[in-house]
């Protein structure tokens, strides 16, 4: 099934079975996306707006055929400090592997699991650092926000 353009679906109640579109944290963003689902039904979303896919978004329904994403966990390194001094420079260090850095409700950052970078974050952050499997939502990606200059 081909879809071009993803409805929403937000105010439809999902009371059926729904297949299942599994995608990684950096997939979400992607605008050419070719796999089977969960059922083995081939998908292939081809958009052209620039938002993400979140996890539990619908993308597809026709009769009985509802089909959500889910963005599936990965390997992460976590920083839990509320010193906004360590938070800084966590978030400096790993920017300038040009890696996303994401907020967890919880108020830890999580950056996906890089063997080298851990070990780097792990000797100048101890004690503050951990690994854990958790799903980066893209809403929780810590991005830059230009503000508009003031004449």
Not at 17 to 33: A, F, G, H, P
Not at 72 to 79: A, Y
Request: a neutral charge.
């Amino acid at each position: 099934m081909w879809i071009d353009v993803i409805p929403d679906f937000d105010k439809l109640k999902l009371g059926r079975d729904s297949d299942i579109l599994d995608l990684s944290y950096y997939e979400v963003n992607k605008r050419v996306i070719q796999r089977k689902t969960r059922k083995g039904n081939l998908v292939r979303i081809q958009r052209d707006d620039g938002s993400a896919l979140r996890s539990g978004q619908c993308i597809y329904h026709r009769g009985d055929l509802f089909i959500q994403v889910n963005i599936l966990p990965c390997l992460c390194v976590l920083l839990d400090s509320q010193n906004l001094s360590v938070v800084g420079e966590f978030c400096f260090d790993v920017g300038n592997r040009h890696l996303p850095v994401y907020l967890k409700a919880d108020g830890r950052f999580a950056v996906s699991y890089d063997g080298r970078l851990y070990q780097a974050l792990k000797e100048k952050y101890k004690g503050f650092i951990t690994l854990e499997n958790t799903i980066l939502e893209p809403d929780e990606q810590i991005t830059y926000i230009r503000r508009p200059i003031l004449e």
